[in-house]
């Protein structure tokens, strides 16, 4: 099968490039071995400022509308992040005196949304915050099985019964400025987050859950349907297995679903992402990119992969593949000319011109579909 | 201390982080709240019953098998065979009556073919529907598979002469509903393949892939058909022939699911076994045939993916196929279980969960409005054709009506 170009993993990065490629008239294919990271994201893309006006407008032809405002977020574990793009779902805050009096609601029996570490970073700022909680009949078929009380399912319920929670909060409201919700709310539409927004007698701001997230699960399926509607082609839960290079060119890949049937392209894009979607697997003696075998930038001091001190940064967090100025991998000392690595597979390797986090996704997304759309092979 | 390089575990359970994207994906959990979830019922559940038996949990049944888990799971767990491998190994409950009945889609087919026009007028009637919905649970909602008065394998064994005429040959694995309820679609793979100058073979003797088998809880006779049909088809493939399928289900069961659940060695045979929608898109890919198309034909279609061929990764040769055809406009579905999985939907237990699954995509298909659905599995076109006001179509249907001749 022919296409312009095939990228594979459908993450931030692959999507970005897809779309982006796809808008400019190009056959495109994604095969993704799985779902990614954006099913942990946090609302914010992180250093994604160069890039914010460009990406913004790509998302909202998605409809993942975006907050680019500078400011802070305030996180799940109650800290403060500067933040300069997020999605609309992150309220942002000027300063840290978000308000003078917080009402924090949260969902009897929901235990991966932290009020009291919020309240605690709230009242040391002098902010007093009042949790309650708020209890649904429609919401105690959650409660018969552990794994039920999670942000997706809650949010399913919400989709339907958010005018529910809405009449217990007016009446849990007393003069409070903010209420604080946990981010359970529009799985499909986002929609629903201005409703309640409009319906509620204080200003609202929602904070993060621990994952899954409800606000990245909405923008992947938003950006794989957006992809798929311009003509590309999203090969879901399949598996790049190998890749015919030669002489720097890579021809064709194959996949553990397609397998004698391979995949031709003139552009090939790699965004497997880090160790979290195995774009990068260590094992105790070597950090290594397992499908083509890429060259690394990394130390080989085995001692020197960590830190000790668990929340300090972690050197490991810097490896990743090499990489030259456009952005081709190397194979064996050598560049490969047709094919660009994008995303976290590049850990911090190019911090100084594309940043990290998402926004190294989106930033090398941007300059790979723009070297292809160059044409320069 | 020596750290442990790989970890290697039965269906890949180890690789589990925990992350629960599976059960996100589900579709089971949002409308079903005594399943416990694919997270739950497979790699967590799996640790405890690897304790103790004890800690089996019977609403693992409410698992429709659809590998949308798996699909889904970024750490390659292969979280539905965990679950069904659980069923198998620790499933107590006898299978009743009506899972019987529903699950031995072979036999339902030779009991009930020869008096399809009686079995088809009193399982449509409302009477009748009351009946097997007080005594055997099956949901009266259900519109009952129609059974055809002749068998394809009657049909086709008619004209082996003719079909030897051709110099290439292939064999068809044309499973129970093809050849008791749908007999049109053998009927429309023929002519496919004729026109391509293929000349079509039946297999000697195959029996049910055995996928409802497995769902019901009767593993071992899904074994003797899998040992069975793995010997059946192993004749055709020392003969030289590939052997294509036209349903999505039985090509997932007899490729991944014998070795997988059953433990059956399809190793010789795996690779031969093909989707007839793959094997078409090959030949007219690399040129070594053509098809001549209809000048006036217009359709617009929208396509579903069934589960399984989502899972096979397969799909992709259904809509290139479609998108070939001169005529044809084109809207991909997004993807979405139809709910019914198999026999899952019939049960009366199961009925509304079913529904509630599906609803997304019958909307979906409502707002497009097409002239009719294209999908290649023949328990989504019942599905489909109940809940919502549109044909479905096999894309080799569609194929052969687009033929010229
Ligand atoms: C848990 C977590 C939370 C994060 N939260 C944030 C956040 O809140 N804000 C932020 O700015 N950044 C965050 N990041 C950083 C994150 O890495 C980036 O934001 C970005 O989402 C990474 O996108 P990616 O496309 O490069 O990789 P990924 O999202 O990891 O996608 C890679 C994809 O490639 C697939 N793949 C791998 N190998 C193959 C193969 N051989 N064949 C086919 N497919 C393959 C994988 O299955 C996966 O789907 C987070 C990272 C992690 C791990
Ligand atoms: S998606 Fe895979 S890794 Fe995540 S919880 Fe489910 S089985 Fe485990
Ligand atoms: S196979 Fe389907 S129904 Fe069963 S756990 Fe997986 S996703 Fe849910
Ligand atoms: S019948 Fe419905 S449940 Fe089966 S595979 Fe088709 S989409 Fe899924």
Known sequence: MRFDTVIIGGGLAGLTAGISLQEAGRKVAIVSAGQNAMHFFSGNF???????????????????????????????????????LTLEDVTVFPDEHIAEKVLLVNFAGYHDFFGTFIAETLENLGISCRIRFVRLAEMESLRTSPSEMRSVNIARMMDEYWEKVVTDIRVLHKDEDLILLPQVFGLKDAAVLDKIRK??????????????????????????????????????????????????????????????????????????????????????????????????????????????????SQPYMNFGVKTDAELHPFKDGEPIRNMYAIGSILGNTRKEDFGTAAGLAIRTAFAAADAIKGGNV | ????????????????????????????????????????????????????????????????????????????????????????????????????????????????????????????????????????????????????????????????????????QVAYYHGCYVNYNNPQLGRDFVKVMNALGYGVQLLDHEKCCGVALIANGMSQKATKNAVHNVKALQKAVDAGLKVLTTSSTCTMTIREEYPGLLQVDNSGVRDSILLATRFIWQLLESGQAQLKFKKDYHARIAYHIPCHLEKLGWGIFSTELLKMIPGVEFTLLDSNCCGISGTYGFKK???????????????QIKSVNPDFVACDCETCKWQLEMSTDYAVKHPITILAEALEY
């Open chain 1, 199 to 312: 319906a509620l007698p204080a200003r609202v701001a929602f904070v993060g859950t621990m994952p899954p997230s409800v606000p990245g699960i909405r923008t992947q399926m938003l950006l794989k349907h957006r992809f798929e509607v311009l003509g590309g082609t999203f090969l879901m839960g399949d598996e790049v297995t190998s890749a015919a290079l030669h002489e720097g060119i890579i021809s064709s890949i194959t996949t553990r679903n397609l397998d004698t049937v391979r995949l031709f392209a003139d552009h090939f894009i790699i965004a497997t992402g880090g160790f979290f979607s195995k774009g990068l697997v260590s094992t105790p003696t070597q950090v290594y990119e397992p499908l083509i075998g890429l060259d690394m930038d990394y130390s080989e001091d085995r001692n020197a992969w960590y830190n000790e001190e668990f929340f300090e």
């Open chain 2, 349 to 363: 237990e199961n009925y509304e969960a079913s529904q509630a699954i599906g609803k997304p995509l019958f909307d």
């Open chain 1, 46 to 84: 992180e250093d994604a400022g160069p890039v914010r006006d460009r990406v913004a407008a790509l998302f909202a032809a998605a409809g993942v509308r975006t907050n680019a405002t500078d400011g802070l977020q305030l996180m799940a574990m109650g800290k403060f992040k500067n933040v300069s």
């Open chain 2, 1 to 168: 201390m020596k750290p442990q390089e790989h970890t290697a575990s039965a269906h890949n359970f180890e690789e589990c982080m925990k992350c629960t994207i599976c059960t996100a994906y589900c579709p089971v959990v949002p409308v079903n709240p005594r399943y416990p979830g694919p997270k739950q019922a497979g790699p967590d559940g799996e640790r405890l019953r690897l304790k103790d038996p004890y800690f089996f949990n019977q609403a693992l049944k409410y698992c429709l098998n659809c590998k949308r888990c798996e699909v889904v799971c970024p750490s390659g767990v292969n979280v539905a065979d965990i679950i069904q491998s659980a069923r198998i190994k620790y499933g107590k409950e006898q299978p009743k009556l009506r899972d019987w009945m529903l699950a031995n889609t072979d036999f339902m087919g030779h009991l009930a073919r020869p008096f399809a026009p009686i079995v088809n007028g009193v399982t449509g009637l409302g009477v009748t529907k009351t009946v097997l919905d007080a005594t055997l649970a099956i949901d009266k909602h259900r519109t009952f598979p129609k059974y055809s008065y002749k068998s394809f394998e009657g049909w086709l064994k008619r004209r082996s002469k003719e079909q030897a005429k051709f110099e290439k």
